[in-house]
C-alpha cells in the first residue's frame, strides 16, 4: 500500500463513501486504513499513529464529536478533518471547538477531500531556518512547531498554531477574515468566516493572558504585544 504521504485513518460508516474516500487517497499516495465503528477507531489511532484522522460525524454508537473530544481530552493532536451529512453551523462550531482542524459536508468532492488532507497535513510540518518570533509573552517557533511563554508551553492544533503563526509573522498588520482563510486554510468562502472566528477564540481560550490577538472591529485580527 502506498504510504509516501503519510497514513490516514477513515472513519465513515457508509462503504460506499469510505471506499471512494480511500480510492482517491490511495491515488494521491497516501496509506489509508478504514474503520468503520467508532469505539474501534479510538483504539486504531493509538495503535497506528495515523498522520490524519476523516472522521464522519454521524457515526452510530460513539459519533465523531465524541471520538474527537476524547482524543483532545487524552492529549493527541492528530489532525482531523470532520465529514458530515448535515451542512449545521451549530455542528460545525462545536467541531472546531473540539479541537477539529477542518470541516466539509456532504457531498463532497473526493478531491477536494484530499485537498484539504493535504492542506492540514502541510500545517503539521515544521518550517526549518525559521526564527522563532515573539510578540509580547508569546514566543512561536515554526521550526519546531512550539508555542510558548517562558517556561510554559501550550498545545494547538495544526489549523491554531498555523493561523497564530501567520498573525505573529507581521505584528500590527490586521487581516481580514477572508485573508486568514486563504492564506492559513488555502480557501475561501467554503468553510465561511465563522470558522475563523471559532478558531481565534479558541487559541485565546488557550493563551488566556499571553495571547497578541487583538480583535480589530469590522475588518479582522492583528498579532500586538499588549
Given at each position: 500500500m502506498?504510504?509516501a504521504r503519510?497514513?490516514v485513518?477513515?472513519v465513515?460508516?457508509e462503504?460506499a463513501?469510505a471506499?471512494v474516500v480511500?480510492?482517491?487517497?490511495a491515488?494521491a499516495?497516501?496509506?489509508?486504513?478504514?474503520q468503520?465503528d467508532?469505539?474501534?477507531?479510538?483504539?486504531?489511532?493509538?495503535?497506528?499513529?495515523?498522520a490524519?484522522?476523516?472522521?464522519?460525524v454521524?457515526?452510530?454508537?460513539?459519533?465523531?464529536?465524541?471520538?474527537?473530544?476524547?482524543?483532545?481530552?487524552?492529549?493527541?493532536?492528530?489532525?482531523?478533518l470532520?465529514?458530515?451529512?448535515?451542512?449545521d453551523?451549530?455542528?460545525?462550531i462545536?467541531?472546531?471547538?473540539?479541537?477539529?482542524?477542518?470541516y466539509?459536508?456532504?457531498?463532497f468532492?473526493?478531491?477536494?477531500?484530499?485537498?484539504?488532507?493535504?492542506?492540514?497535513?502541510?500545517?503539521?510540518k515544521?518550517?526549518?531556518?525559521v526564527?522563532p518570533?515573539?510578540v509580547?509573552?508569546l514566543t512561536?517557533?515554526a521550526?519546531?512547531?512550539r508555542?510558548?511563554?517562558?517556561e510554559?508551553e501550550?498545545?494547538?492544533?495544526?489549523?491554531?498554531?498555523?493561523?497564530l503563526?501567520h498573525?505573529?509573522?507581521?505584528p500590527g498588520?490586521?487581516?481580514?477574515?477572508?485573508?486568514?482563510l486563504?492564506?492559513?486554510?488555502?480557501?475561501?468562502?467554503?468553510?465561511?468566516?465563522?470558522t475563523?472566528?471559532?478558531?481565534?477564540?479558541?487559541?485565546?481560550?488557550?493563551?488566556?493572558a499571553?495571547?497578541?490577538?487583538r480583535?480589530v472591529?469590522?475588518v479582522g485580527y492583528?498579532?500586538?504585544?499588549?
Amino acid at each position: 500500500m502506498a504510504d509516501a504521504r503519510g497514513l490516514v485513518l477513515v472513519v465513515e460508516d457508509e462503504p460506499a463513501i469510505a471506499d471512494v474516500v480511500r480510492l482517491n487517497l490511495a491515488k494521491a499516495g497516501y496509506g489509508v486504513h478504514v474503520q468503520h465503528d467508532g469505539a474501534q477507531a479510538l483504539a486504531d489511532v493509538r495503535r497506528l499513529r495515523p498522520a490524519a484522522i476523516i472522521l464522519d460525524v454521524g457515526l452510530p454508537g460513539m459519533d465523531g464529536i465524541e471520538i474527537c473530544r476524547a482524543l483532545r481530552a487524552g492529549e493527541d493532536w492528530t489532525p482531523v478533518l470532520f465529514v458530515t451529512a448535515r451542512d449545521d453551523e451549530v455542528d460545525r462550531i462545536i467541531g472546531l471547538e473540539l479541537g477539529a482542524d477542518d470541516y466539509v459536508t456532504k457531498p463532497f468532492s473526493p478531491r477536494e477531500l484530499v485537498a484539504r488532507v493535504g492542506g492540514v497535513l502541510r500545517r503539521t510540518k515544521g518550517v526549518p531556518g525559521v526564527a522563532p518570533q515573539t510578540v509580547g509573552a508569546l514566543t512561536i517557533d515554526a521550526g519546531q512547531r512550539r508555542t510558548y511563554a517562558g517556561e510554559r508551553e501550550f498545545a494547538l492544533t495544526a489549523t491554531e498554531f498555523d493561523l497564530l503563526a501567520h498573525l505573529m509573522r507581521r505584528p500590527g498588520q490586521v487581516f481580514t477574515r477572508e485573508q486568514l482563510l486563504s492564506e492559513v486554510w488555502g480557501y475561501s468562502s467554503v468553510a465561511g468566516t465563522r470558522t475563523v472566528d471559532v478558531h481565534i477564540a479558541q487559541l485565546r481560550a488557550k493563551l488566556g493572558a499571553t495571547s497578541p490577538i487583538r480583535t480589530v472591529r469590522g475588518v479582522g485580527y492583528a498579532a500586538e504585544s499588549q
